[in-house]
Protein backbone atom coordinates (compact mmCIF):
# COMPACT_ATOMS: atom_id res chain seq x y z
CA UNK A 1 0.00 0.00 0.00
CA UNK A 2 2.89 2.25 -0.16
CA UNK A 3 2.43 4.67 -3.06
CA UNK A 4 4.95 5.81 -5.26
CA UNK A 5 7.20 8.39 -5.01
CA UNK A 6 7.50 11.22 -7.46
CA UNK A 7 10.78 10.27 -8.93
CA UNK A 8 10.83 8.01 -11.93
CA UNK A 9 14.26 7.05 -11.08
CA UNK A 10 13.27 4.75 -8.01
CA UNK A 11 12.62 0.88 -8.27
CA UNK A 12 11.52 -0.53 -5.46
CA UNK A 13 12.90 -4.13 -7.26
CA UNK A 14 16.29 -3.65 -6.35
CA UNK A 15 15.16 -3.63 -2.44
CA UNK A 16 13.11 -6.69 -2.11
CA UNK A 17 15.64 -9.05 -0.02
CA UNK A 18 15.03 -9.23 3.63
CA UNK A 19 17.58 -6.95 4.55
CA UNK A 20 15.04 -4.11 3.77
CA UNK A 21 11.87 -4.76 5.13
CA UNK A 22 11.97 -3.47 8.06
CA UNK A 23 12.55 -0.15 6.19
CA UNK A 24 9.76 -1.48 3.68
CA UNK A 25 7.61 -1.76 7.19
CA UNK A 26 8.92 1.59 8.24
CA UNK A 27 7.34 3.54 5.03
CA UNK A 28 4.34 1.50 5.70
CA UNK A 29 3.79 2.57 8.94
CA UNK A 30 4.60 6.50 7.54
CA UNK A 31 1.47 5.86 5.33
CA UNK A 32 -0.99 4.33 7.68
CA UNK A 33 -0.46 7.19 10.06
CA UNK A 34 -1.05 9.59 7.47
CA UNK A 35 -4.43 8.46 6.96
CA UNK A 36 -5.15 10.04 10.21
CA UNK A 37 -5.84 14.02 11.04
CA UNK A 38 -3.24 16.31 10.84
CA UNK A 39 -3.20 17.00 14.43
CA UNK A 40 -3.35 13.55 15.31
CA UNK A 41 -0.31 12.56 13.28
CA UNK A 42 1.86 15.91 15.29
CA UNK A 43 0.73 13.99 18.58
CA UNK A 44 1.46 10.32 17.19
CA UNK A 45 4.84 11.92 16.67
CA UNK A 46 5.60 13.58 20.09
CA UNK A 47 4.68 10.26 21.47
CA UNK A 48 7.20 8.54 19.15
CA UNK A 49 9.47 11.73 20.28
CA UNK A 50 9.42 10.73 23.88
CA UNK A 51 9.48 6.48 23.31
CA UNK A 52 12.90 7.92 21.06
CA UNK A 53 14.14 9.90 24.24
CA UNK A 54 13.76 6.73 26.35
CA UNK A 55 15.12 4.18 23.51
CA UNK A 56 17.62 5.65 21.67
CA UNK A 57 20.52 5.68 24.56
CA UNK A 58 23.41 6.28 22.33
CA UNK A 59 21.61 9.55 20.62
CA UNK A 60 20.51 10.64 24.29
CA UNK A 61 24.07 10.72 25.15
CA UNK A 62 24.93 12.87 22.31
CA UNK A 63 22.26 15.47 23.30
CA UNK A 64 22.99 15.50 26.35
CA UNK A 65 26.80 16.19 25.83
CA UNK A 66 26.06 18.77 23.41
CA UNK A 67 23.71 20.64 25.58
CA UNK A 68 26.50 20.30 28.41
CA UNK A 69 29.02 22.16 26.02
CA UNK A 70 26.14 24.71 24.60
CA UNK A 71 24.44 25.80 27.91
CA UNK A 72 27.32 24.95 30.44
CA UNK A 73 25.29 27.67 32.95
CA UNK A 74 21.72 25.67 32.98
CA UNK A 75 21.13 23.54 35.05
CA UNK A 76 21.07 19.93 34.87
CA UNK A 77 17.28 19.47 35.60
CA UNK A 78 17.05 22.37 32.25
CA UNK A 79 18.86 20.41 30.34
CA UNK A 80 17.33 17.77 30.78
CA UNK A 81 14.28 18.72 29.83
CA UNK A 82 15.22 20.91 26.90
CA UNK A 83 17.05 16.93 25.56
CA UNK A 84 13.22 15.51 26.14
CA UNK A 85 11.72 18.68 24.00
CA UNK A 86 14.28 18.48 21.48
CA UNK A 87 13.27 14.41 20.96
CA UNK A 88 9.34 15.43 21.23
CA UNK A 89 10.45 17.92 17.78
CA UNK A 90 12.31 14.82 16.21
CA UNK A 91 9.49 13.07 17.07
CA UNK A 92 7.14 15.67 15.23
CA UNK A 93 9.77 16.37 12.51
CA UNK A 94 9.31 12.63 11.77
CA UNK A 95 5.60 12.67 11.54
CA UNK A 96 6.18 15.99 9.33
CA UNK A 97 8.42 13.86 7.07
CA UNK A 98 5.48 11.21 6.27
CA UNK A 99 2.76 13.90 5.87
CA UNK A 100 5.50 15.20 3.09
CA UNK A 101 5.43 12.31 1.70
CA UNK A 102 1.79 10.76 1.08
CA UNK A 103 0.02 13.86 1.65
CA UNK A 104 0.41 17.32 0.57
CA UNK A 105 1.89 19.93 2.75
CA UNK A 106 -1.04 22.52 1.98
CA UNK A 107 -3.23 20.42 3.74
CA UNK A 108 -1.27 20.36 7.16
CA UNK A 109 -1.78 23.42 8.89
CA UNK A 110 -1.51 27.10 8.80
CA UNK A 111 1.82 28.39 6.92
CA UNK A 112 3.61 31.98 6.69
CA UNK A 113 6.37 33.53 4.45
CA UNK A 114 8.32 35.90 6.80
CA UNK A 115 10.82 38.39 4.64
CA UNK A 116 10.32 37.25 1.20
CA UNK A 117 11.41 40.38 -0.13
CA UNK A 118 14.94 40.01 0.93
CA UNK A 119 14.94 36.78 -1.13
CA UNK A 120 12.99 38.01 -4.05
CA UNK A 121 15.83 41.09 -4.19
CA UNK A 122 18.65 38.86 -4.02
CA UNK A 123 16.94 36.57 -6.66
CA UNK A 124 17.21 39.67 -9.05
CA UNK A 125 20.75 40.05 -8.82
CA UNK A 126 21.31 37.16 -10.68
CA UNK A 127 24.20 35.99 -8.93
CA UNK A 128 22.22 33.61 -7.19
CA UNK A 129 21.63 32.71 -3.23
CA UNK A 130 23.03 30.58 -0.69
CA UNK A 131 19.56 29.84 1.87
CA UNK A 132 21.56 29.63 5.56
CA UNK A 133 20.18 27.11 8.02
CA UNK A 134 20.78 25.73 10.95
CA UNK A 135 19.78 22.12 11.27
CA UNK A 136 16.46 22.41 12.75
CA UNK A 137 14.27 19.60 12.70
CA UNK A 138 11.32 21.37 10.39
CA UNK A 139 14.16 21.05 7.33
CA UNK A 140 12.85 18.41 5.85
CA UNK A 141 9.30 19.62 6.03
CA UNK A 142 10.76 22.79 4.67
CA UNK A 143 11.79 21.01 0.91
CA UNK A 144 7.55 20.48 0.57
CA UNK A 145 6.89 23.81 1.49
CA UNK A 146 9.16 26.27 0.14
CA UNK A 147 10.74 24.10 -2.76
CA UNK A 148 7.70 23.87 -5.15
CA UNK A 149 7.64 28.24 -5.13
CA UNK A 150 11.66 28.73 -5.76
CA UNK A 151 14.18 27.52 -7.89
CA UNK A 152 16.37 25.22 -4.74
CA UNK A 153 18.76 22.69 -4.89
CA UNK A 154 19.49 21.26 -1.91
CA UNK A 155 22.84 20.14 -0.64
CA UNK A 156 22.16 16.81 1.84
CA UNK A 157 24.24 14.06 3.13
CA UNK A 158 23.29 10.98 1.61
CA UNK A 159 22.14 8.19 4.33
CA UNK A 160 23.79 4.82 5.11
CA UNK A 161 21.21 3.17 4.02
CA UNK A 162 20.73 2.30 0.36
CA UNK A 163 16.82 1.68 0.57
CA UNK A 164 16.20 4.92 2.34
CA UNK A 165 18.78 6.91 0.60
CA UNK A 166 16.91 6.28 -2.70
CA UNK A 167 13.13 6.96 -1.68
CA UNK A 168 14.65 9.98 0.27
CA UNK A 169 16.30 11.62 -2.78
CA UNK A 170 12.91 10.62 -5.04
CA UNK A 171 11.07 11.68 -2.48
CA UNK A 172 12.87 15.42 -2.32
CA UNK A 173 13.21 15.71 -6.02
CA UNK A 174 9.44 16.07 -6.15
CA UNK A 175 10.07 19.66 -4.45
CA UNK A 176 13.49 20.51 -5.55
CA UNK A 177 15.15 21.36 -8.62
CA UNK A 178 18.34 19.25 -7.31
CA UNK A 179 19.99 17.41 -4.62
CA UNK A 180 23.59 18.08 -4.46
CA UNK A 181 25.95 16.00 -2.38
CA UNK A 182 27.57 17.83 0.36
CA UNK A 183 31.33 17.76 -1.34
CA UNK A 184 29.84 18.41 -4.36
CA UNK A 185 31.73 22.44 -4.49
CA UNK A 186 31.68 22.56 -8.32
CA UNK A 187 27.82 22.05 -8.89
CA UNK A 188 27.04 24.24 -6.11
CA UNK A 189 29.07 27.10 -7.78
CA UNK A 190 27.03 26.02 -11.33
CA UNK A 191 23.85 26.13 -9.45
CA UNK A 192 24.60 29.71 -8.43
CA UNK A 193 25.88 31.53 -11.49
CA UNK A 194 22.85 30.12 -12.87
CA UNK A 195 21.47 32.70 -10.53
CA UNK A 196 19.48 29.75 -8.34
CA UNK A 197 19.21 29.04 -4.72
CA UNK A 198 21.37 26.44 -3.11
CA UNK A 199 19.91 25.36 0.38
CA UNK A 200 23.03 24.71 2.73
CA UNK A 201 23.33 23.86 6.47
CA UNK A 202 27.14 24.03 7.35
CA UNK A 203 26.87 23.64 11.08
CA UNK A 204 27.72 20.02 11.20
CA UNK A 205 31.30 18.64 11.87
CA UNK A 206 33.61 17.85 8.64
CA UNK A 207 37.16 16.58 8.92
CA UNK A 208 40.15 18.74 7.83
CA UNK A 209 40.45 16.34 4.76
CA UNK A 210 36.99 17.29 3.00
CA UNK A 211 37.35 20.93 3.95
CA UNK A 212 36.85 21.43 7.59
CA UNK A 213 38.34 24.10 9.79
CA UNK A 214 38.73 24.31 13.52
CA UNK A 215 36.25 27.51 14.68
CA UNK A 216 34.27 28.09 17.76
CA UNK A 217 30.49 27.24 17.71
CA UNK A 218 28.75 27.54 21.42
CA UNK A 219 32.48 29.19 22.61
CA UNK A 220 33.91 25.02 21.78
CA UNK A 221 36.61 24.39 19.24
CA UNK A 222 34.29 22.64 16.47
CA UNK A 223 34.99 21.53 12.93
CA UNK A 224 33.23 23.26 10.57
CA UNK A 225 32.69 23.14 6.78
CA UNK A 226 34.59 26.05 5.11
CA UNK A 227 32.96 25.64 1.98
CA UNK A 228 30.15 28.66 2.71
CA UNK A 229 32.56 31.60 2.41
CA UNK A 230 34.50 30.09 0.11
CA UNK A 231 31.75 29.69 -2.45
CA UNK A 232 30.59 32.97 -1.64
CA UNK A 233 33.98 34.24 -2.72
CA UNK A 234 34.02 32.56 -6.37
CA UNK A 235 30.71 33.37 -6.81
CA UNK A 236 29.52 37.22 -5.48
CA UNK A 237 26.33 35.13 -4.39
CA UNK A 238 23.98 36.57 -1.45
CA UNK A 239 23.99 34.61 1.82
CA UNK A 240 20.63 34.72 2.84
CA UNK A 241 19.98 33.50 6.85
CA UNK A 242 16.72 31.10 6.73
CA UNK A 243 15.13 29.92 10.23
CA UNK A 244 11.93 27.40 9.90
CA UNK A 245 9.67 27.73 12.88
CA UNK A 246 7.18 24.91 14.13
CA UNK A 247 4.25 26.70 16.51
CA UNK A 248 2.19 25.28 18.61
CA UNK A 249 3.10 21.30 18.29
CA UNK A 250 2.59 22.35 13.87
CA UNK A 251 -0.40 24.07 14.73
CA UNK A 252 1.40 27.11 12.89
CA UNK A 253 4.82 27.34 10.94
CA UNK A 254 6.95 30.39 9.91
CA UNK A 255 9.56 30.10 7.50
CA UNK A 256 11.78 33.90 7.98
CA UNK A 257 14.21 34.86 5.52
CA UNK A 258 16.58 37.28 7.29
CA UNK A 259 18.19 39.87 5.57
CA UNK A 260 21.57 39.15 3.55
CA UNK A 261 24.47 38.38 5.65
CA UNK A 262 27.52 39.95 4.40
CA UNK A 263 30.62 38.08 5.56
CA UNK A 264 33.01 40.97 7.10
CA UNK A 265 36.14 39.49 6.24
CA UNK A 266 38.04 37.93 3.29
CA UNK A 267 39.90 35.17 5.59
CA UNK A 268 38.16 31.87 5.26
CA UNK A 269 38.91 31.25 8.54
CA UNK A 270 37.08 34.56 9.97
CA UNK A 271 34.28 34.39 7.71
CA UNK A 272 33.53 30.86 9.04
CA UNK A 273 33.68 32.01 11.91
CA UNK A 274 30.86 34.77 11.32
CA UNK A 275 28.22 32.23 9.86
CA UNK A 276 28.71 30.07 12.64
CA UNK A 277 27.82 33.01 14.86
CA UNK A 278 24.65 33.32 12.86
CA UNK A 279 23.57 30.04 13.21
CA UNK A 280 24.38 29.79 16.94
CA UNK A 281 22.29 32.69 17.61
CA UNK A 282 19.47 31.37 15.47
CA UNK A 283 19.54 28.20 17.59
CA UNK A 284 19.76 30.20 20.72
CA UNK A 285 16.42 31.44 19.35
CA UNK A 286 14.76 28.15 19.75
CA UNK A 287 17.12 25.45 20.97
CA UNK A 288 14.30 23.27 21.77
CA UNK A 289 14.07 22.79 17.50
CA UNK A 290 17.34 22.06 17.13
CA UNK A 291 19.18 18.64 16.08
CA UNK A 292 21.18 17.99 18.89
CA UNK A 293 21.34 14.16 18.27
CA UNK A 294 24.29 14.93 15.90
CA UNK A 295 28.19 14.70 17.09
CA UNK A 296 28.54 18.23 16.24
CA UNK A 297 31.41 18.68 18.61
CA UNK A 298 33.90 15.62 17.35
CA UNK A 299 37.45 16.26 18.72
CA UNK A 300 39.05 18.55 16.39
CA UNK A 301 43.10 16.77 17.01
CA UNK A 302 43.86 13.93 19.70
CA UNK A 303 44.73 17.37 21.76
CA UNK A 304 40.72 17.74 22.50
CA UNK A 305 38.86 15.50 24.73
CA UNK A 306 36.09 13.53 23.22
CA UNK A 307 32.51 14.74 24.77
CA UNK A 308 30.80 11.67 23.49
CA UNK A 309 33.22 8.79 24.97
Known amino acids: M ?27 FFWLLTRLPFPVVMAVGRGLGSVMHRCLRSRRHV ?8 FPD ?5 RNE ?30 QFEGVEHLEKALAQGKGVILLQAHFTVLELCAAVVGPRWPISAVYDPPKNPLFADYLHSQRSRHLQQLIDNRGTREMVRCLRRGEIVWFSP ?12 T ?50 DDVMQATQQVNDTLE ?7 EQ ?18 YS
Do not use: C
Not at 86 to 110: D, K, N
Not at 220 to 236: F, W
Open 216 to 265: EYFNHPALTSSGTARIVKMTGATLIPFVPTRHDNGARYTFRFGEPLSLQS
Open 281 to 287: AHVRSQP
Open 203 to 214: DQSVSTNHGGVV
Open 290 to 307: YLWAHKRFKPPSAEHANP
Open 63 to 70: TLANLNIA
Open 2 to 28: IVSPGSETFSWKHYVTPAYWPTWLGFG
Open 74 to 78: ATQSA
Open 82 to 111: LAQQSFRHLGMATAETAWSWYRSAEHMAEM
